[in-house]
Structures are given as structure tokens and as C-alpha cells.
């Protein structure tokens, strides 16, 4: 096979429109055989250029003037037939990435392999007589952008990839990825009539179709799978232990950010670790959801980087932002950011900058340290250890109002999360013809039931759509009343690259290796070179 550089093709308007022509037709599909309702409109065609020419057959832009066929400059009014296309004849095995409820994968001790998924795929390839569904089997790969780059190169994606944004936003202007725009809006009639999203799929959905999944080209690649949040993870024993309680020194009132330092100083002293946290990915982009937003409100600076008032700052209106000058690496809202981080990190573990996330997980799972920043997929795994030979209880993470007044009059504190996790067509679909199934496929199980299915199976993923069901002890795990999921997304999710060199940066700031000043004037050559580079690719793909 041959390989392709990253950026070696470009979407074409051409694979745009045939991607639409195929979601429109996908939206007269039903679940098996459709019932073919013919419909009469009136179209109106534009005819531009006046020329003679005799043709052959009859097309679009040719009338008949005084019995000669000629192309002229005038406006007509025709009737189409337009009939639903019956459901396709494609035939194969389409090939499935599904991230965290991947079916039939080991999950850890005393938490059995997932089978909901494999089970609802088996029903609907009763439906669909010659095709077949077939998982891959591999770990968590989904935010591997070695593995993704490689495959790609080798034209092995899988048709429906399992994908966080950052690996998005750094392939707009590629077609490694179909936009999914044109099927958002097409019926579900796997979802119950009279429920949300039976007539139009995306009114299903809680979340996921707005700024948030937005990629700079202003276009959408995925359907979330799920909807999830980020709190802490409390080791009772230790708090117990170091003289802390729990409900008035955390839970009520609600621990501030300096309040948690002042905490996890009586926690150090007592002889325990406060916090189980590293120096990679996602520890310092959840630093950024939680406190950017508050910080720029707190100045006044939102809304230069909101343009279009939707109080959500998208990649591109961030990358847009860095290049008129409005976000830049040295402003106040980005010194407090890193001075909050220099504090905290004051109670990581040894040598942090050099651990990775299994190894501070298993220093929490293992009663070492007090506390534990983590999402709702983590939930089960706590819950169902068998090892684990202490209490543990879920807090809201502190109120970071107070760092934020310092540089203004206030901010609110966000939360990571939302419906990021998404499955995506991949060019793989596209060249196998198969994507009208695979997205038959992704609304059979993202419906009511499908959701719901996998959903209460695994345990720490709540739903994202809304007739669903999960796990109710994840609403622990909501934002405080007032307070929301991130409002603008960090540096990862606007590309992976980006995000390695602020990482590399950060932590040599943090090692001692750089001032803070050089730390900003590096990271602004980043900032710049990468806002260039996504706003000229979202440019090109106008």
C-alpha cells in the first residue's frame, strides 16, 4: 500500500457535496425497508452563460429555442421527481472503533468484559442480511495520534473510528475524516416517535452539536457517545487520618482553591500525599478548562475572543483571537493560570513531571494519596476494586472564584467534560461506499434503548442522548447549580501538536529549566505559528 503525507490531499467542494448528496439520501432511509413516498417540488435553475450549441441529449442548463437546443441566460421553472432511495445494496464487514464501551476488552479487576455493544450489533445485523459489524481488536487507541497517523498512512482505518477533537482539528483539509453535518438532521427511526430526535436525530442528542464539537472549518466530524464530567476523588481514610472532615472542610461550605492548599498542607504534614496527579495529558488541559473561561470574564476579555456572543470560544475564535492579538501567552488571565498551577502542583507526588497517569492512578487506587482528579468513566473501576481497602467519596472540585477576582471582578469556575467522546466516518467508509450503513448503524445504537444499553452496562458513562438511561450515582459528578461544563476548549482539543509544545514548555518551566518570561516568549512563537496554520486551513476549505 502506499503511504500519503498528512496534507498531500485536500477536500475537494466536489467530496463535500457528494458527502451531502449521501447524508440526504441516507434521511429518506428507515431501519429496513423503506416505503417509497414520491414528492413533487418546484426548482428553480439558473441558466448563466448565453452560448449556441447543438447537443446530443437534453441537460440540466438547455431549453429548446425555436426548435434548435441552445444554452441561454434565462430563468426556468421545472417539476422534479424526487423518490427515496432504497436502502443500499453494499455488502461487507464494517469495521468499528468504539473507545471505552468497546466490547469483549479486559477492564481491570473485579469488572467483567463489556458485551452490551457486541450484543446490539448482533440484532442489527439481523436487519441487515450480509454485513456485518466487526469491533477491532486493540486497546485505547482512540487518542493515539501515532496509531491514527500510521493507519491512515496505510489506508487501514477503520470505517468508524472512536476520535477526541484534537486528532480532528489537526486533520481538517485532509479527507482522512467525512463531515457528518449532512446526516445530523435526518430522521432516527430507531428512536420511539414522539421522542426527541425521531423526526431530526439531533434534537436527541443533550449535547454535542454546537461550538464545543465545532472543528475550525465550522463543520462537524462525530456523533458523541457519551457525556461526561470531572470531579475528585476523595480517599475518606486519609482525611480521617490527617485530622480533615470531609463536610465542613471540603463539602460545606465548599473548599476554595486556597482553602484546598491550605488542606492539603495539613494532609503533607500528617504524613500522606495529598494529591494523586502528573504532568501529562489530561491533568494541565482540565487546568485550563476549569479556570480560563472565569479568568477572561473576571478581565472583561470574553468578549473580544466570543465574536459571534454564543458564550462558548471556539477553536477557531481562539486561534482567530492569538492572530489580532486579543489572546496571547502574556496577559494576566494566562500568569494566573500558571501561578495557580505552580501552587498546586507544590502537593503532586515526586518527580510528577515524569509520571504517567497509570502510575498516579495506582498510587490513589493503592490508599497512598488523598485526592484524585478524574471523570465518571472511572467510577466503576473505584467502585468495583477489589483491592481497594478504603472508603472513598466524590466532591466537586474547589471554587476557583476568589484566584479569579485577583485580576478582576470574578469569574465561575467550569468543569471538563461534555460530549466529546465521539465516534467518526473515517475515508475508509468512503472508499468501501458503506457510509449510509454506518451511520444506520451509529443511529441504532444511539437511540433510547442502545444508549441506555451500553450505558447502564458500563457503569461511568452517562448517556448523551436524551430518552436514555444510565447510572444514576453519576449525577454526583454534575456542575454545581450556576456553574457549567467548559465554555472554550484547551489546547488539545484545538490540536494535538499543539498541545505536545505547550506541554513540553510548561513542564520545563516547572523543572526550573525556563522563567516564566521565557516560558512566554517560547510559547507565543507556538502560539502564533499554529493560529497561522488553523485559521489558513480553515480558510482553504471555504
Known sequence: MKARGLMEKKVSRRQWLRWAAMGAASGLLSACAPRIVEKVVKETVIVEKAVEKVVKEVVKETVIVAGTPKVVEKVVEKEVLITPIPAPSWQGTIDVYAG???????????????????????????????????????????????????????????????????????DVGTPYW???????????PYIPAGEPGHDRWQEGFIAGFDARNLMIDKRFYGFPQSYSAVQVYVNKDILEESGVDLDSDVISPRWTFDSMLEVSDRIEKAGSLPWALNWLHPYWNWIQTTVLTGLFKSTGSWGKLDTNNDDFVTSLERFEAILRGDWAADTPEMRAM??????????????????????????WMRGEAAFMWNGTWYYPTVLNDPERDFDFAVVRFPDCAERMAEIGKGGKTCYPGGACDQECLTQTAANKGNAELCIDWLKY??????????????????????????????????????????????????????????????GEWLAGRLTLDELIAQFQVEMDKYAKDAVERAEATE
Open 100 to 170: 471505552g464501551v468497546q466490547p469483549n476488552v479486559a477492564r481491570g479487576e473485579g469488572l467483567e468484559p463489556l458485551t452490551a455493544l457486541r450484543t446490539l450489533a448482533d440484532e442489527w445485523e439481523e436487519m441487515h442480511p450480509g454485513v456485518k459489524i466487526h469491533f477491532i481488536e486493540e486497546g485505547m487507541v482512540g487518542q493515539d495520534p501515532v496509531w491514527i497517523k500510521s493507519r491512515q498512512a496505510a489506508d487501514t482505518m477503520p470505517d468508524i473510528m472512536y476520535s477526541l477533537d484534537n486528532l480532528l482539528n489537526r
Open 178 to 188: 467525512i463531515p457528518v453535518d449532512p446526516w445530523i438532521n435526518t430522521p432516527n
Open 445 to 506: 445504537y444511539l437511540s433510547c434503548d442502545g444508549q441506555s444499553r451500553v450505558c447502564k452496562e458500563h457503569g461511568g458513562v452517562p448517556p448523551v442522548i436524551k430518552c436514555a438511561e444510565g447510572n444514576p450515582a453519576l449525577r454526583q459528578f454534575t456542575p454545581a447549580p450556576g456553574e457549567t461544563l467548559l465554555k472554550t476548549v484547551h489546547m488539545n482539543s484545538m490540536n494535538s501538536s499543539y498541545y505536545d509544545a505547550y506541554r513540553r514548555l510548561s
Open 338 to 363: 500558571w501561578k495557580l498551577t505552580r501552587d498546586w502542583t507544590a502537593y503532586w507526588p515526586e518527580g510528577y513531571l515524569g509520571l504517567s497517569g497509570e502510575e498516579t492512578t495506582a498510587m
